[in-house]
């Protein structure tokens, strides 16, 4: 959005418009085309500065907050934890991030391929989810297979683990 104003030259121009706002950023000020750095931003509390003889544009300066995103580690199909999810904190808007799918013992992940996210103002979106297969023991009249997260194929079998009400592995 941009608003135009006129002023003469040698006019006192004040900043006096209600601060900005945009999600998931807190405004700094404005910065004049009349300054080469962000170290003079103008705020509606700032003193007036004089009208040259040429326009003046004033930008508005953001600055990123610092916002987090959680990774869950979940049994396949469900929303129940097999382990801790991890919350990082740190990062800003816009910021990509990459998680591996970590190693849970009795447990083999769906997929092991890293996942990417861009981070932004919505929490619910800044989200990394990894599914696991839980991992069991079937004994077959010719021998035994441990599930490897790869199809196997028996007959006459008795389950040697089970899988009740299990939330963390």
């Known amino acids: 959005t941009s608003s135009s104003y006129f002023k003469n030259e040698g ?3 004040y900043v006096v418009t209600d601060e900005p706002t945009k ?3 807190t405004f700094r000020g404005w910065k004049s085309s009349e300054t080469a750095d962000d170290a003079e931003l103008l705020t509606k509390d700032s003193a007036p500065f004089t009208m040259p003889n040429h326009d003046v544009t004033l930008t508005a300066q953001w600055e990123p907050n ?3 995103y959680t990774v869950n580690y979940y049994w396949n199909g469900t929303e129940q934890r097999v382990a801790d999810s ?3 904190p740190g990062k800003k808007v816009g910021d990509s991030v990459t998680e591996d799918p970590k190693i849970i013992e009795g447990y083999t992940v769906v997929n ?3 996942q990417t996210i861009s981070l932004g103002t919505d929490a619910a979106q800044n989200v990394i ?3 696991y297969y839980k991992n069991v023991t079937l004994i077959a009249n010719s021998g035994s297979e441990k599930y490897d997260g790869q199809q196997k194929s028996v007959t006459g079998y008795n389950v040697v683990t089970t899988i009740a009400n299990e939330t963390t592995g």
């Open 23 to 25: 999600a998931g950023y």
């Open 129 to 131: 989810n990894f599914y």
């Open 112 to 114: 092991g391929e890293t």
């Open 86 to 88: 991890v919350t990082v």
């Open 11 to 13: 006019d006192s121009v």
């Open 66 to 68: 610092a916002i987090e």
